[in-house]
């Protein structure tokens, strides 16, 4: 007689059938012969025992065989074979074959040291059937050594310390005789433990609204060719009421502009909305600190709108849409094709008003057009005054001539942004510049191509020349040196006109090389004489002589004597004889 495969064994081969698995497939899987896993699939298939019974059933028929009967099954007939009973069974037919009954089957329950340990095959097949499921089954097989110090186990796994360290502490602080392996296997099913169900969350209404895009139905060209659509929707958390809008490209522009138009749809604005990280909004994903695209959160703000980015490849953190999207593919697109863009929106705003809100809603039990009414809509923000003005951006790079290029007209920044990067906004009146933190740091008037637009606080004081400043500039400057200075300088401006100016300036430089005093007299000269050449106070400043300094004598002093001491000596000198 042939081999038969174990329960588990089987069960893990119907399991992985039903999941869509080829029968070469399982064979390979579970190293099998593919003529065996055909014969069980076909017993399945052709057998009416209940072996493949529903994991939830609550009866299994009389005379059934209840070798497999699922977990959580409340009763098991009369005269079925309960050798392999789930755990969980409450209870155990008279009569029936406890040999293997699970614990807390209550009377007639098995000696739990009687229980045999589960063979390499069935872990190995229990772990293939929840491997797509996202967890591990709980261990059923003998209890472990380690069991009596679970709780010191799980204190010393939530501190963070290694399996070789937790052995060592229990082998000195606590007398244990295991072994370090036994410890090494009981810290890894404590970490394989069953994760926490997932929370669901909803929202107050006008909170919060959930957007995704999916693929659109196809627009055929007259050639018969096919081109591509994306199907944007976007769905209020509270009251399941959505929007709409199939476009060609996933563009910020088409974005802002399908959020837009939702806005006017649903007659208000909620107050965050959650997304993808998708090129045209979000610039860099970062589940703590998105980089949101700069237009968006100006978009953001006009609207009062709090934009929150999921956590990368989450999908479950906007399922409201994830499901939303689905039911506009399945049910209103899927099988269809339209010749424009226009005809399918069209369609998609008609299928919007006489389906999708006229529907009740599974979660919310309520027909979704009348509960948004109802509740939703005045809780929405109001929609301002003008919508978004649309606008141009880009990175550009400030040119050595302190300019930013924005269609082939240059426009000025202030001089301390030379050489670095800034965003650029246009659009067909305006030209705004900002700096990487998004202030505004110049604002111009759009012009032709061709053009320059430079203002006068972004030119550098030390490139505008004393021409460019004005008469009244230079003169104030010549105030420095002396009112002859002044007088000379205001009679060149007035004899000579605007050529006098750069003889002003002439003058100041003058005060680089020569001092102030011998500019005056210099200047006080050539007035006098109506001379208001700058060549001719050079020359009176060259031939002017050296002033002569003055020295005191000296009146006193140890080796000066008095005169009446000389007087005397004078007086004996021609006393005395020849």
Not at 161 to 166: D, G, T, V, W
Not at 347 to 374: K, P
Not at 523 to 530: D, F, H, K, L, S
Request: hydrophobic share 40%.
């Amino acid at each position: 007689m042939a081999n038969r495969l174990g329960m588990a064994l089987i069960e893990t081969i119907l399991t992985l059938h039903r999941r869509g698995w080829s029968r070469r497939r399982i064979a390979r899987e579970l190293g099998l012969d593919r003529a065996t896993v055909a014969r069980y699939l076909a017993n399945s298939r052709s057998s009416p025992n209940a072996a493949n019974a529903p994991l939830g059933s609550s009866e299994v028929a009389d005379g059934s065989n209840a070798a497999n009967a699922p977990i959580g099954s409340s009763e098991v007939a009369d005269g079925s074979n309960a050798a392999n009973a789930p755990l969980g069974s409450s209870d155990v037919a008279d009569g029936s074959n406890a040999a293997n009954a699970p614990l807390g089957v209550g009377a007639g329950e098995a000696d739990p040291a009687s229980f045999d340990a589960p063979t390499e095959l069935e872990v190995a097949s229990n772990e293939l059937e929840h491997a797509s499921s996202g967890f591990r089954p709980a261990f059923t097989g003998r209890s472990s050594g380690c069991e009596p110090w679970r709780p010191i186990i799980e204190a010393k796994l939530v501190l963070g310390l290694s399996a070789q360290r937790i052995y060592q502490d229990l082998v000195a602080e606590h007398g244990f005789t295991g072994s370090y392996y036994s410890v090494r296997r009981f810290t890894k099913r404590l970490e394989r433990a069953q994760p926490l169900p997932f929370r669901r969350l909803e929202c107050e209404p006008g909170e919060e609204a959930q957007v995704d895009f999916g693929t659109g139905a196809p627009l055929l060209a007259p050639g018969g060719k096919k081109r591509r659509t994306h199907v944007f929707r976007i769905v209020l958390s509270h009251s399941r009421k959505a929007y709409s809008e199939v476009v060609t490209r996933q563009t910020t522009e088409e974005f802002l502009r399908c959020l837009e138009n939702a806005w006017a749809h649903f007659g208000g604005v909620p107050r965050r909305l959650v997304l993808d990280n998708l090129k045209a909004a979000v610039s860099k994903a970062d589940w703590f600190d998105p980089e949101i695209n700069p237009k968006v959160r100006s978009f953001g703000a006009h609207y009062g709108l709090v934009f929150l980015p999921t956590r990368p490849y989450t999908p479950r953190h906007k399922g409201k849409v994830e499901r939303g999207v689905g039911y506009v593919q399945d049910n209103a697109l899927k099988g269809r094709a339209f010749a424009t863009l226009e005809e399918q929106n069209l369609f998609l705003r008609d299928w919007e008003r006489t389906i999708a809100d006229t529907r009740l809603h599974g979660t919310t039990r309520r027909q979704v057009g009348a509960y948004f009414s109802a509740v939703e809509r005045p809780a929405l923000l109001p929609l301002p005054a003008v919508r978004f003005a649309c606008f141009h951006e880009s990175r550009r790079k400030v040119g050595r001539d302190g300019h930013v290029e924005v269609d082939r007209t240059f426009y000025s920044v202030p001089p301390e942004y030379l050489a670095r990067r800034v965003w650029v906004r246009w659009d067909a009146r305006m030209v705004r510049i900002f700096n990487d933190r998004m202030e505004q740091i110049a604002v111009h008037v759009k012009h032709a191509p061709g053009r320059f637009s430079t203002q006068s606080p972004h030119i550098a004081s030390e490139k505008i020349s004393g021409v460019e400043r004005g008469s009244a500039w230079l003169l104030s400057r010549v105030e420095r040196i002396g009112p002859n200075a002044v007088a000379w300088s205001q009679a060149v401006i007035k004899v000579r006109g605007i050529e006098g100016v750069r003889v002003v300036q002439g003058l100041l430089s003058l005060s680089k090389r020569h001092a102030g005093s011998g500019i005056e007299r210099a200047c006080e000269v050539a007035a006098a004489y109506g001379s208001y050449r700058l060549r001719t106070v050079r020359a009176l400043i060259d031939r002017q002589p050296p002033q002569q300094e003055m020295l005191n004598l000296l009146t006193e002093h140890p080796l000066i004597r008095s005169l009446s001491e000389y007087q005397q000596l004078v007086h004996a000198s021609f006393q005395r004889e020849p």
